[in-house]
């Protein structure tokens, strides 16, 4: 009914960039907040950044300042821009969005998409 796609993930060095991309596809009528969380092996699954409909930013703060969320609604699409990598950035990341559905609405609900691994290497 729904999907949510992430891509971009892979292998990089420390100091290196990657784009993260997140597609959400399917009866949709329209997207509220969407944000990238990521989940460490042995790790609780974390916040990394959100982005309201207007464009409203949020960071943790061990991203803020090298990581940049931005979003296409029109595509919507959701991306994270991580510059500066650094080892302990390595995880599985997520993407949210809070959707209303168009056999759903008026209510939003949020979906998860399947994770796109990201290794950062010393």
């Known amino acids: 009914q729904v999907q949510l796609v992430e891509s971009g993930g892979g292998l990089v060095q420390a100091g290196g960039s990657l784009r993260l991309s997140c597609a959400a596809s399917?009866?949709?009528?329209?997207?509220?907040?969407m944000g990238w969380y990521r989940q460490a092996p042995g790790k609780q699954r974390e916040l990394v950044a959100t982005?309201?409909?207007?464009?409203?930013?949020d960071y943790a703060g061990s991203v803020k300042g090298r990581f940049t969320i931005s979003r296409d609604n029109a595509k919507n699409t959701v991306y994270l821009q991580m510059n500066s990598l650094k080892p302990e950035d390595t995880a599985v990341y997520y993407c949210?969005?809070?959707?209303?559905?168009?056999?759903?609405?008026?209510?939003?609900?949020?979906?998860w998409g399947k994770g796109t691994l990201v290794t950062v290497s010393s």
């Open positions: 949210n969005a809070n959707m209303v559905l168009t056999t759903t609405r008026p209510y939003a609900m949020d979906y």
């Open positions: 399917g009866s949709i009528f329209s997207i509220n907040g």
């Open positions: 982005i309201s409909s207007g464009g409203s930013t």
